[in-house]
Structure formats: structure tokens, C-alpha cells
């Protein structure tokens, strides 16, 4: 008996939750990581002998569903009074704190201000928030369930009252410079509250269309938008999701790497056959869910030739270039940022919406940022067992860095950006450089190559008006399915979109099991 | 020194049997395909149609499309791209398809030619680069090629056409059969000759390198002085493609990927080219689509109509369910009085679930800058409008 119900290709979060759901509901699941361990991008990083972090390194808006529903509290998972507060750092070292509905270190018309636009910001998220755990509706299916969802979008919209639905209109497009120009006046709190809209996206302050939209996925949740960093780290998350989809049966292989998705054909058309995995094995399965990103999923796993020509062509366009890189350090200590008592929470460091703007102009143009900003964050100061003791891990997504580099990247360009990013840091923790015991960077094409992950994309599939909703990744493949019978996407490049949500995979799940 | 001339990338190019056929223009009546100036008749339209039908004529295919698709990955690419099954296309051996997007709307048809088990060439009128360039997208051993100006082809068609290539020298030219391919030697050039075309009647189309086109136009009509070998454009074509029930497009259907408006554009079925449609095939571009067409059934259905009178019923007008013409069911796309089948012939698009009914075409005219009109009856026939045996028979009749 080696035919599985469903085989799951990924051990990412999303294909995790996907198996648990499956399996839950008594089907025969295999899960096929080609790495060595289970998480994906958000998988333990042993980047030097006692040190770990993740990729990934916070949790902002992982779907309370999703953790009730598979009892994550009861396999280690919580995420609970370990709430990160936002540090805006200024370089006198008066720095600013947003801390979920408080601010301190702004002057009192910000203050004001930044009390009705959380108001506000967290009014839509909430009318928002019951479609990131629904399937889209069809385009032009028709069918009652795709125009019911679309109308209830409309409703819940129009619910909100007339001041609201007009300003909900009048805003969501709106570049994160204009939204925060025309609320605030403090350099370094705009370019903190911009921060969620534009990080993960190939998007800047001026860009238009796509930073309130993240802004809101990024408030879905409770915490409204808050991070933690769960016990474990952000592998924590992985571990529980890994003992609660094995304690409903599934099987989890690492070390497994698929290398063809098996597509059949006969005169009834074409159905998915099971996988083929890099050793040659092979294996059958009523379903195959790929968790790997949809570019990899359809052209290389599937291949062309079992696909229509303008849908690959549609696949082939998506636009997946990463903009983020990671910094990890190992620390000797606890590194000293002038004026704060403790570094322990998300640490942004870019002094205004300009300078986040001309790293952008830098990385669009394939060019290394000159002054790359970036969030910091120091995991082990959340679970000291990260670090040998007395050590750290400081984590820094850095921004922009570009995933096609000018005459491409080798050794001596990740040098320079690696320097690039702890020269900047160390105008803000000058003796940062005599901690650091061993430092990486990861550009978005270490990324892609080390997470199997196009353009080492954050989103897998950039999180864009264009590819999102009934559009992600694109039409014909948004609800799960896909032009090929048995075969569905259940990873970020799905609705909603990425970061550790567990929506895709959840949402997957339910419409395998309609 | 001459001055450079500022419209040099807008002119007209000129196909490699252009001196001859610009000898032999003597109206100077010219239109242009592919960019290519391109003879819409020589002496008049009807004249050429008939040496088409009674002797032989050529038509020059230059400006055809033609991209030779090669790699181990070929046969997969084109299978993938068109709906009939490249697999059943034999060594030499010519097929019709079409391609269609994914919505089964028809972007073009051509013909595929076998010329190895992983070389093709692939023939059609417009430019389909693009298409192509998406359709090969994935593949990794295969390489498409646009040979349309390194290839010169002429199409030589009518009665006379075998019996012209016996005295070109052509051995054997009687046993190729429809759809076949032979390749000969002309002068040590190498001639390749296909029997195909689009005039419905015993035909061969010659293919060469452009270098020796003249010296094949020569060869050709010097063999056919005899024959009563004729040069033939546009409007003749039009009209023998009509009576063999071919479609072109612009007037059956308009190109899917040029077509702004929903359903603009055409399905296979529409165009009863249902037959193309190979559903054994698991796959192929747009086969989910027409999967469901066919199980729906086609919106519309092209249909030959045998009008009552012999009023063209012109391209346009308008087909009804009733004689009072107040129930509108389909149009005209191409109509004619059709010599060779001395009826008043029409190809239109009718809704199908009309088909079975009375049909009445309402036709304009002119009588001396005078505007008539009239309803005339149209009978839906099965059968082909013409189709003589010679276009089958191999050996074909000797003349
Ligand atoms: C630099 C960076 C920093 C980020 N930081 C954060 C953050 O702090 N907080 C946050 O919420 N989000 C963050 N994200 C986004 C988040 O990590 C992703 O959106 C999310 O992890 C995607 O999860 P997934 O399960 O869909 O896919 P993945 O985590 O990418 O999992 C896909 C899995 O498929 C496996 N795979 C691929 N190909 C094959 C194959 N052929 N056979 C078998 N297995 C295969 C991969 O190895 C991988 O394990 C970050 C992303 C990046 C790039």
C-alpha cells in the first residue's frame, strides 16, 4: 500500500498546515522536503557552531484559526506575552517606541495622530480580515459561492459607513509616503510606520498600489500587526506545526527532494500521478499540493508541456524578484545601541522615507544599496538557548538588496553588502565590530538557492495588486486548483500571499477537502 | 551621390520572383502581404481563376510564413501547440492545423511539414513569431527558425500542374500524393515540392532557395509554354479557396490574439473544424477549452449556402430565420458565383441551432449607381461546393 491520499511538496509552514488539515481529516499524507529538516524559510540556521536564527525571524500575523484548529498551544506554540515593540532609532539616540496603540518619543501631534490612524488602519484590517482564510472567487466562474464571497466583500466594505468606505477607497492605493505625509510630521516615525507596508515587496515609499494593502494583511490578526518571537524562535513555530501534523498521521520525509511532479495522460486528458523524487523513487498519489512556489511548481516540477501555452506564458511572467537580504552575526555579547536600555524588539533603522526610497532606487537599478535599511531584530535575547550563554544573534533583514545584481552576484559583492549593512548598524551601536564573532549574508539569490525559493522572493510571488486576491499567482490556478486535475498550490504564492500566516495552507486544505 | 531614401525601412520588399511577375503585371495592380509587394491580379481576376481551374497557374507563396522548428523536443512543442496530433504526421508527409489560446479561440491555421522526426516546417500566413517564442518557452532542445525570407515558395495549381513538373524533369512527380513531399534536384539546387494548396484542385507548391527562384520561375515556364502555365494574385485565389471551402482569415475568422471583443474571434468548431480537433491527445493548448465547446456545442457554425438567384450575397449580409427578415441568425463571410460549380455560392456563420431551419440572405446590389436589394432563399449544403477527382487521384490525369 504506498498510494497516499495526498502527497505534500514542501515542508514549508504552509505545506505543514496543509498536511495537518489533510490528515485530520483521515487522509493518507506524505510531506517531501528536499532539506534536510523541515520550515523552509522559516527553518532553524545554524549559521556558526552554537548560533541559530531563521530566516524568517518574527511572527506578526500567524491565523489564530490555524493554531486552534491544530491545537498548536498543546505542541509548544505560543505567541503570547512575547509581543516586540517597534524601535524607531535615531542617531541622537532619542528613539521612538510603538508598542501596538502606543507611541512614545514623538511630540504630541503625532501622538494624536497616530492614535486615529491605528484607529483607523485597524477598522479596515478587521473588515478585511475574514477574506485572507477564504478561497477568491473565480473570475468569470459565476458560480453562487464566487459571487457570494465577492458580494460579501462588497457588503462588509460598505458596512464600514460612509466616512470610512469613502476614505477605505480614497486610501488603499496610496503610496506609504503620501498616507504618512499627510498624518504625521516625524522623519523616522513615518518611516517606521511605513515599514510593514513596504518590507518583502519590491516596493518603495513612493511606489503606489501595494503598501496599504500589505499594511492591512499585516494587521489580520489580534495583535494587530504586533511581532513576536515564539519559544524556540521562529523554528518553534515549525516544531509545533511538525508534531501536530505527525500526531494526525502524517508522514513527514526530509532529504527528499521532488524532482518531478508525474502528470498522466490519456484521451480522458491529463491527471496527476504522484511525484518522482531526485533519486529516481517514485511515488503515487491521488493528489500532489505543492507548497513549492507556483514558477518552480509548473516549469520545472510539472513542465511546459502539460500546461496551455498562454497560462505558462502567465506563469513565466510572474514577477518574483526578491528584495530582501539577511544579515546574521554571532555576538560575543549584547550589542550596545546608544540611548536603549534594552535592544529587544524590531529595531528599524532608516532615518527617513527618503533614505528608504534611494536604497530602493539603488536596488531597482541593480545596484547594492549605498545606505541599506533594514529591521533588526536579536532572537536570542527571546530564547537564550539561540546562542552559547552570555552570547547573541542579532538578525537583520536588510533593504533593498537586488536579486539580479548588476554583472551578478559572487563572493565579493555579498562582502561588500555584508559590510555595507554593519558599517550602518554601527552608526547606531558603534563598538558593534568588536562583538561580532563570525557574520553571513544572504542575498536573495543565497536565498533562492538555499531555500529553493524563486528569486529568493519573501512572498514567493511578489504581493502585488496585479498577483494578488483572484490573481494569485494568476487566474486559473487562484483557488488552489489548477489547470491539471489533482494537482494544487497550497505555499505563499497562493491567496493570501506570504509571511508565517498558515492562511495558503489552511485555505488549500479546504478546498481539497469541499 | 544620390540623397538616401527617407522612407527606406516603409517600402514594399520584393519577393525573389518579383521581376518576373512585375513583367507580367501589366495592370499594375498591386497589394502587399507580409510587407511584401504582392500581385492582387496580373491582367484581370476572372481570366486568372479560370487558367487556375482549366490549365495551370502560379501563385506566389514567398511571403508565407515559414519557420522550421527542429530539436529533439519539436514534435513535443508543436503537439502541444496545434490540436491535431503531429505524431500522426508522417516522414514527408503535410498536415492542416490550427492553433488556438487557451479559450480554444483560433489564433491561425497553416501546415506543418515532417520533414524529420525532429525537423518541421511550419507554415501559415501571418507572422506568428511571438506565438511561437511563448510556445517554445521550457523546452530545452529545440530551436525554432523564421526561414520566411531565406525560403522562396511558388504555388503552381490547376489540370496541367503534374504534367508541367514531368516536363520540368520532375520524376515521379506523378506518384506524390496528396499531402506528400519529394524532394528532387533542379540545375543542383535542391527543389522541394509538396502537393498542396489552397485552390482545391490538383496543385503542388515548389520550395527553393531564393538565390535560384528565378532560374525555377524560368525552368517552370518554359516547361509550361504548352500548358498554358498563367500567373494568378489575390482575388483569384479568393475565389478558388472559396469554391474549395477554405477559410481565410479576415473573412472567416479574425486571428484570436488581434481580436479586442469577447468571442470576436472563433473556435474550431465554429468553423467545422471540428476534425482538426484531436481530443485523444491528453493535451494540447486550449484543449480544456474546447473540450467544453464541443460538449456545449459551438455558437456559431460556418456553413456553405447555395443561394437562390445569382446575387453574390457579399460578405456582410445579413442571414435570417425568416423571410421577413426580422429574425437575425448569422452572416455572410465570403460569397461568389462560383464558376466551377455554376451555383450562387456562400460561406456564413450561422448560430447552430438555426442550421436545420430556412435561411433567407438578405442581398444589396448595384444596378448603375442604383441600390437594390433582395431576400433570397439559401439552401445549407453537407457536401464540399466542388471538389474534382483530379485533386485526389494519384497519378493524376495526363495532359
Ligand atoms: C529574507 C526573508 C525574510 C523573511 N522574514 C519574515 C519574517 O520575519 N516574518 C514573516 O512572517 N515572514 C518572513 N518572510 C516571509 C516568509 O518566510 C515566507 O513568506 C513563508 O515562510 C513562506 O512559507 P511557505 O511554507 O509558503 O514556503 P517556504 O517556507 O518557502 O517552504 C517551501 C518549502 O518547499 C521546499 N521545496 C522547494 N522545492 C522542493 C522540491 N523540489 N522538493 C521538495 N521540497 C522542496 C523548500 O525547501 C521549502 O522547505 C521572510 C522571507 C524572506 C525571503
Known amino acids: ?514 | 551621390m544620390s540623397t538616401p531614401d527617407p522612407y527606406a525601412g516603409e517600402r514594399l520588399k520584393l519577393s525573389p520572383f518579383h521581376p518576373r511577375q512585375q513583367a507580367l503585371n501589366i495592370r499594375d495592380a498591386w497589394t502587399s502581404w507580409n510587407g511584401y509587394k504582392f500581385a492582387e491580379h496580373y491582367y484581370e481576376a476572372e481570366y486568372e481563376y479560370f487558367c487556375v481551374r482549366n490549365l495551370c497557374a502560379t501563385y506566389d507563396i514567398s511571403p508565407m510564413q515559414k519557420y522550421q522548428i527542429q530539436g529533439p523536443d519539436a514534435q513535443t512543442l508543436l503537439n502541444r501547440m496545434v490540436t491535431r496530433d503531429v505524431a500522426k504526421v508522417g516522414l514527408n508527409r503535410v498536415a492542416y492545423c490550427v492553433w488556438c489560446t487557451d479559450a480554444g479561440r483560433v489564433i491561425d491555421d497553416g501546415t506543418i511539414f515532417r520533414l524529420a522526426a525532429d525537423r518541421f516546417l511550419l507554415t501559415c500566413g501571418s507572422p506568428c513569431t511571438a506565438w511561437l517564442e511563448r510556445s517554445a518557452y521550457g523546452f530545452a532542445e529545440v530551436e525554432v527558425k523564421d526561414l520566411s525570407d531565406a525560403l522562396a515558395a511558388l504555388s503552381l495549381q490547376g489540370p496541367t500542374a503534374c504534367a508541367v513538373l514531368k516536363k520540368l524533369g520532375l520524376d515521379g512527380i506523378d506518384a506524390v500524393k496528396p499531402f506528400d513531399i519529394r524532394h528532387f534536384s533542379l540545375h543542383g539546387t535542391a527543389l522541394m515540392v509538396s502537393r498542396t494548396g489552397f485552390t482545391g484542385d490538383l496543385g503542388y507548391e515548389l520550395w527553393i532557395e531564393p538565390d535560384r527562384a528565378l532560374e525555377l520561375w524560368d525552368a517552370l515556364y518554359a516547361a509550361g509554354a504548352h500548358y498554358g502555365i498563367h500567373p494568378y494574385g489575390e482575388t483569384a485565389t479568393n475565389m478558388a479557396r472559396l469554391e474549395a471551402g477554405f477559410i481565410m482569415p479576415g473573412m472567416e475568422f479574425n486571428e484570436a490574439l488581434k481580436t479586442v471583443h469577447f468571442e470576436h474571434d472563433q473556435t474550431p468548431f465554429e468553423l467545422n473544424l471540428g476534425w482538426l480537433v484531436d481530443f485523444n491527445k491528453p493535451h494540447f493548448s486550449g484543449r480544456r477549452a474546447l473540450l467544453e465547446e464541443k460538449r456545449r456545442g459551438p455558437k456559431y457554425t460556418l456553413t456553405k449556402l447555395d443561394v437562390e438567384g445569382n446575387r453574390p450575397a457579399e460578405g456582410g449580409s445579413r442571414i435570417y430565420g425568416n423571410k421577413r427578415c426580422t429574425k437575425a441568425v448569422g452572416y455572410v463571410t465570403s460569397a461568389m458565383w462560383s464558376p466551377a460549380a455554376k451555383a450562387n455560392i456562400a460561406l456564413a456563420m450561422i448560430r447552430t441551432e438555426h442550421r436545420q431551419g430556412a435561411l433567407w440572405a438578405e442581398i444589396y446590389y448595384e444596378k448603375e449607381l442604383r441600390q437594390y436589394s433582395r431576400v433570397a432563399k439559401c439552401t445549407p449544403l453537407r457536401k464540399p461546393f466542388w471538389a474534382p477527382p483530379r485533386a485526389r487521384a494519384t497519378p493524376p490525369p495526363d495532359y
Open chain 1, 1 to 514: 500500500m504506498d498510494r497516499y491520499d495526498s502527497i505534500i511538496v514542501g515542508a514549508g509552514h504552509n505545506g505543514l498546515v496543509c498536511a495537518a488539515y489533510l490528515a485530520r481529516n483521515g487522509q493518507r499524507v506524505l510531506v517531501l522536503e528536499a532539506a534536510p529538516a523541515p520550515g523552509g524559510l522559516a527553518a532553524d540556521r545554524e549559521f556558526h557552531p552554537g548560533f541559530h536564527t531563521s530566516i524568517a525571524h518574527s511572527i506578526g500575523h500567524f491565523s489564530s484559526k490555524v493554531a486552534g484548529d491544530l491545537n498548536l498551544a498543546a505542541h509548544g506554540f505560543t505567541t503570547a506575552k512575547r509581543r516586540l515593540p517597534v524601535l524607531g532609532l535615531r542617531l541622537n539616540g532619542e528613539h521612538l517606541v510603538v508598542d501596538g496603540d502606543s507611541l512614545a518619543g514623538v511630540g504630541a501631534d503625532d501622538a494624536a495622530a497616530y492614535k486615529n490612524h491605528r484607529a483607523r488602519m485597524g477598522r479596515f484590517a478587521t473588515t478585511l480580515s475574514p477574506f485572507w482564510l477564504k478561497t477568491m472567487p473565480r473570475i468569470s466562474g459565476g458560480s453562487l459561492a464566487d459571487w457570494t464571497t465577492f458580494g460579501r466583500i462588497g457588503f462588509n466594505l460598505r458596512r464600514m459607513g460612509r466616512e470610512d468606505f469613502r476614505e477605505f477607497l480614497r486610501v488603499a492605493s496610496l503610496p506609504a509616503r503620501d498616507l504618512m505625509d499627510e498624518q504625521f510630521s516625524d522623519a523616522v516615525l513615518k518611516a517606521v510606520l511605513s515599514w510593514d507596508g513596504l518590507i518583502g515587496s519590491k516596493l518603495a515609499p513612493r511606489s503606489p498600489n501595494g503598501a496599504v494593502p500589505a499594511m492591512l494583511y499585516r494587521m489580520a490578526e489580534a495583535a494587530r500587526g504586533g511581532h513576536s518571537i515564539p519559544s524556540g524562535g521562529v523554528p518553534g513555530l515549525i516544531q509545533s506545526l511538525q508534531r501536530a501534523a505527525e500526531s494526525l498521521g502524517a508522514e513527514i520525509r526530509c532529504a527528499a527532494e521532488v524532482r518531478r511532479i508525474l502528470v498522466g495522460g490519456s484521451s480522458a486528458g491529463l491527471a496527476v500521478k504522484g511525484v518522482q523524487l531526485a533519486n529516481g523513487e517514485q511515488i503515487e498519489a491521488a493528489r500532489v499540493v505543492s507548497a513549492v512556489d507556483p514558477k518552480r511548481t509548473f516549469l520545472d516540477l510539472v513542465g511546459v508541456r502539460y500546461l496551455d501555452i498562454g497560462f505558462t506564458n502567465r506563469i513565466r511572467r510572474l514577477r518574483c524578484d526578491g528584495t530582501v537580504g539577511k544579515l546574521h552575526l554571532a555576538l560575543s555579547g549584547l550589542p550596545e545601541f546608544s540611548g536603549l536600555p534594552q535592544p529587544n524588539g524590531r529595531m528599524i533603522l532608516a532615518p527617513d522615507m527618503d533614505a528608504i526610497e534611494f536604497a530602493f532606487d539603488d536596488a531597482k537599478h541593480g545596484e547594492l544599496p549605498v545606505h541599506p535599511v533594514m529591521e533588526i531584530l536579536m532572537p536570542s535575547l527571546a530564547d537564550a538557548s539561540l546562542a552559547p550563554p552570555g552570547q547573541h544573534v542579532l538578525s537583520a533583514q536588510v533593504l533593498y538588496v537586488p536579486y539580479r545584481l548588476k554583472g551578478g552576484w559572487n563572493d565579493a559583492a555579498g562582502e561588500r553588502m555584508r559590510e555595507r549593512a554593519i558599517d550602518a548598524i554601527a552608526q547606531y551601536a558603534p563598538r558593534i565590530r568588536e562583538q561580532i564573532i563570525h557574520g553571513e549574508f544572504l542575498t536573495p539569490e543565497d536565498v533562492a538557492l538555499g531555500c529553493r525559493v524563486t528569486g529568493g522572493h519573501w512572498h514567493h510571488v511578489e504581493f502585488a495588486l496585479d498577483q494578488m486576491l483572484m490573481m494569485r499567482p494568476t487566474y486559473e490556478a487562484a483557488q488552489y486548483q489548477t489547470p491539471i486535475p489533482g494537482l494544487y498550490l497550497c505555499g505563499a504564492g497562493c491567496h493570501p500571499g506570504g509571511d508565517l500566516t498558515g492562511a495558503p495552507g489552511h485555505n488549500a486544505a479546504q478546498e481539497i477537502l469541499r
